[in-house]
């Protein structure tokens, strides 16, 4: 399981709120698990707690209770958002549940009867009430004040913006639409409002999520609203026009999804896709109720890049699928020589409690499963080097991200935040800022990242 910011913690956390708190003010701390999608539910909480007059605690010991909101994808996050769940009731006592494990309360409750309350993914309402029932707000209306931007638990210049929740999907390995919902499209004009104000408090980079950004403004019709389109190639371009950084995560390879191609060429939008292949074998796309087929996909590929030729395009992959065979592997492993894509993820699959996938027979024997994953990682791996090493002597943009004594580290427009890999400079990067974007000469690299100069 993923945590965003990585290891967020009521004393660890990186939120832009103020330290200042009055006297008598309550407070209440945050820890975010999960995905981006969970931190932007998270970001939501904790504005609508700032503007009814609560401080924010960035220590377990200064709140007054503390909310956990958790991850529920997998039995390995839902272990580790019990883990979670636990600390936080040693080390405050009042623990208030939400997120994807709370659509579970029993298994909650069950491991930890002390919690406050327990309520479900993005029930942001059901969360307040928990929170006013454990620590009655006491506002001051001519102090406590709504920030401009909301709470910020990201880097003041890059942030993630939500732009539908839930998915249609039915895949069998997955269980977000029984947690989730199915999938639900914000407004576009609120998408671009958001945006805007975003970009006016100084963020340089958004970054867009959903369960399923390609199927956007679907549950809308497509409709049209104070100027906007709800469909994600009109809300591609919106955004593009803002003057950010606009990076796409979760699409789905449906055909449209060839039209976001030419705002990549253009600079529109930055020339980057993350997509969720999962498997390139038919037979284990069909037993995973995936409707896509790698064959076709090495053709959209090709489309893609014959359009944009700098197009880097990440995605994540399941090996050890039920039934999947040494075979169906090895055309995986095929898929991915002649994909040659840019950044690779993969998980060993494991059940996940109410899953379809969890019936399937044939299951993969864990000694197996790991060492398909080590072959696996170990071509893409091989493949990000020869692709990175490629671009030592080129001249590219970088975003910057922190500056430490030894350097500046930073994100080309190939790398998102967390996820993918940085490119370092350590010569005369004194004048730096996170956030600048500067043109850098890529003097060397690795397997991940990149070092270079200014």
Not at 82 to 98: C, F, K, M
Not at 219 to 246: C, N, Q
Not at 248 to 275: E, F, K
Not at 338 to 351: I, P
Request: hydrophobic share 40%.
């Amino acid at each position: 399981m993923q945590q965003n910011p990585p290891e967020l913690r009521p004393d660890l956390a990186r939120a832009r709120i103020p330290d200042e708190r009055r006297d008598g003010q309550p407070t209440i701390g945050m820890v975010s698990l999960g995905c981006p999608k969970a931190l932007v539910d998270s970001e939501r909480i904790l504005t609508r707690l700032r503007a009814e007059g609560y401080a924010i605690s960035a220590d377990y010991q200064g709140a007054d209770a503390v909310i956990v909101n958790t991850c529920g994808f997998l039995d390995s996050a839902k272990a580790e958002s019990l883990d979670a769940i636990g600390e936080a009731l040693q080390e405050n006592g009042r623990v208030i549940v939400t997120g994807c494990l709370g659509a579970e309360p029993e298994y909650i409750t069950g491991a930890h009867p002390k919690v406050l309350a327990v309520t479900g993914p993005h029930q942001y309402e059901q969360v307040l009430d928990a929170v006013h029932g454990a620590v009655p707000p006491r506002p001051d209306p001519f102090i406590d004040l709504l920030p401009a931007s909301g709470v910020s638990l990201t880097p003041r210049h890059y942030s993630y913006l939500k732009i539908s929740e839930g998915c249609n999907h039915k895949c069998k390995f997955c269980i977000i639409p029984d947690m989730r919902g199915r999938l639900v499209s914000r407004p576009a004009h609120a998408v671009v409002r958001e945006a805007e104000k975003l970009v006016e408090a100084g963020v340089k980079e958004l970054l867009v999520i959903s369960q399923d950004t390609s199927a956007y403004g679907l549950d809308r019709k497509y409709e049209t609203e104070r100027g906007h389109r709800a469909h994600i190639t009109d809300l591609a371009r919106d955004l593009g026009s803002l003057g950010a950084w606009v990076r796409l995560h979760y699409v789905y390879p449906y055909p449209h999804v060839r039209d976001l191609i030419p705002l990549m060429a253009d600079g529109l939008i930055l020339p980057y896709m993350d997509i969720p292949f999962q498997h390139a074998h038919p037979d284990v796309l069909k037993r995973m109720a995936r409707p896509a087929a790698g064959a076709k996909t090495l053709d959209e590929i090709a489309a893609w890049r014959s359009v944009c030729p700098d197009i880097t395009l990440r995605s994540t992959f399941i090996v050890g699928y039920p039934g999947e065979t040494e075979a169906e592997f090895q055309t995986l492993l095929d898929w991915l020589d002649e994909a040659q894509l840019d950044r690779v993820g993969a998980f060993q699959y494991e059940n996940v409690a109410g899953a379809r996938a969890n019936d399937l027979p044939d299951h993969v024997a864990p000694e197996v499963k790991q060492d398909r994953f080590e072959r696996f990682m170990e071509k893409a791996q091989a493949i990000s080097a020869a692709k990175l090493e490629a671009k030592v002597g080129t001249r590219i943009e970088v975003i910057v991200d922190s500056i430490d004594d030894e350097g500046a580290t930073c994100r080309t427009k190939a790398d998102a935040p967390e996820i993918d890999g940085n490119l370092f400079i350590d010569q005369g990067f004194e004048a730096l800022s996170p956030g600048d974007i500067v043109s850098v000469t890529v003097d060397e690299a690795s397997e991940y990242d990149l070092w270079g100069r200014l």
